[in-house]
């Protein structure tokens, strides 16, 4: 029987930086601990790293509140990055001048950032895997059957070699002479 690990997880909707900016520091903080993201986040020098450190501390002040409710024994020690997305968000149309009374547009891209932590599994946890042995007669019982095909394909190929070669030559026909 397996146990169920929850996430917990905080949203920042519509910021102000695009998706491919938020997750050059998203990808820091992936798969690391709580407290080591936050170290790495509040030294980052990117625009949006404050941002991702508030909602890092909002996930886990999340899963403290939740685990409280429902009377989950939680570590807070123990929890990490499971999931950090950076989506798009809808996009704002602008003009900008343009030289000869033209006008340029451009788009200003609005992010959503999804962060959710989850505890990790204990070592020596209740959690166990059980890996399921490779069956290995099967598979040589397939790979012979796959062979026959080949070999009929292979047959099938010479003898249509053999009947061109067989063919009679039969006459040519003589070229039309232009007059």
Same mark, same amino acid.
């Given at each position: ?47 949006i790293a404050p941002v991702v450190h508030k909602l ?75 890996e399921e042995p490779e069956p290995a007669p099967a598979?040589?019982?397939?790979? /012979? *059957?796959?062979? @026959?095909? +080949? !070999? &009929?394909?292979? =047959? /099938? *190929?010479?003898? @249509?070699? +053999? !009947? &061109?070669?067989? =063919?009679p030559a039969g006459k040519k026909k003589p070229a &039309?002479?232009?007059?």
């Open positions: 029987m397996a146990v169920e690990t929850r996430e917990y997880r905080a949203e920042a909707r519509f910021q102000r930086v695009s998706p491919q900016k938020a997750r050059l520091v998203l990808d820091l903080i992936k798969g690391r601990g709580v407290q080591e993201a936050l170290d790495t986040t509040a030294f980052t020098k990117k625009r890092l501390t909002s996930a886990v002040d999340n899963a403290k509140y939740v685990a409280g409710e429902e009377g989950i024994d939680l570590d807070v020690d123990n929890l990490y990055v499971k999931q950090a997305l950076a989506n798009d968000g809808p996009r704002m149309k602008r003009i900008r001048p343009a030289p000869m009374g033209r006008a340029y547009r451009y788009q200003r891209r609005l992010t959503h950032i999804v962060l959710s932590v989850a505890e990790r599994e204990a070592a020596g946890g209740l959690v166990t895997k059980v598979k040589a019982g397939k790979a /012979a *059957k796959a062979k @026959k095909p +080949e !070999a &009929k394909a292979a =047959k /099938a *190929k010479t003898a @249509k070699v +053999e !009947a &061109k070669e067989s =063919k &039309k002479k232009k007059s």
